[in-house]
């Protein structure tokens, strides 16, 4: 089974969208009315005709990154467009079961204490079966105003999702720092920052089975694993492997071969998880190759370095790991 770790709902129906520029607007929108088959429309031509042409079989399914946009309203307003797009997500992996595996996308707003997400994260894994959350450490958009991820602060969540037993993808959403493209910096910025964070910190001596999905290949730091290991080295911290690699995993949205092989080379196969993030940031053709950027099956399949056996881990074996509430 080829298990994609790392997939948002970036084609939702044309509603989804006017309902969200209505509450922003201040308004009090109606019930959001969507048909299944306006939900298969926007699927079929998409997300399940590439999972089709590229042989891949399930993809862990989550509301747009892009669009989660914490910094926007109050906690209210996040909680209401958090449930909507949740609930959107649900009815999608109803409707294609086989597919699509639910994710969750968490109610956060700035300087509102992450114990807030407990009730929707524990509503969408016990009512509607989610399998993990995606966890903005910059609810700000790319202000960086909250604590790092190793602060207390950020405790009563954790507390929940080792309770629950599913891991969160640190994943930000759409930046208002004009100094920040989102996609292109913004992101793969906050992957690297969070990995520092966790350096700094000992929160997995607090949390042993807490879980983390580093996303987009691990941003910087795969490139620059020496780095780290120094610092870590330097701030008489044990040796990434043990202070790191038994809660943190790196997926492998990372659009060229050379990119891929460097994180499998630097990266322990225990440690990836296989992800395109499709349809995603990059849809294009590299010319350089004349295949889609993100047709990252195709870069690790390429790779010979890799065993049959760490490939079926990147695959689907660790996925599993990592997300013990998916069971199919």
Known sequence: ??????????????????WRKRQVAGQKPDALKIS??????????????????????????????????HHVGDAAVSAAWSRECNDLIH?????????????CQLPQSPGVA??????????????????????????SGGWWKEPPLTDKWWYPLYEKM????????????????PAFHFTGAHYINADTTAVMQLIQGDLFRDFPTLRFVIPHGGGAVPYHWGRYRGLAQDMKK??????????IYFDTCVYHKPGIELLLKVIPADNILFAAEVVGAVRGIDPE???????????IDAVDSVSAADKKKIYEGNVRKVYPRFKR
């Open 289 to 299: 190759t004349g295949q889609y950027y993100d047709d990252t099956r195709r870069y």
């Open 114 to 139: 992450p114990a807030n997400c407990v009730a929707e994260l524990e509503r969408c894994v016990k009512e509607l079966g989610f399998v993990g959350c995606n966890l903005n450490p910059d609810p």
């Open 1 to 18: 089974m080829i298990v994609d770790c790392h997939g948002h709902y970036t084609t939702a129906p044309q509603a989804l969208w006017d």
């Open 162 to 177: 080792v309770e629950l037993d599913v891991p969160a993808m640190v994943h930000v959403s759409s930046s208002c720092n």
């Open 238 to 247: 044990p040796l990434l492997k043990d202070h790191l690699l038994k809660n």
């Open 36 to 69: 299944d088959q306006e939900i298969r429309d926007s699927l079929e031509g998409a997300q399940l005709r590439i999972q089709r042409e590229r042989g891949t079989d399930v993809t862990f399914f989550s509301p747009r990154a892009g669009s989660m946009e």
């Open 91 to 103: 009815r999608v992996c109803s409707l294609y079961p086989a597919n699509f595996v639910p994710v």
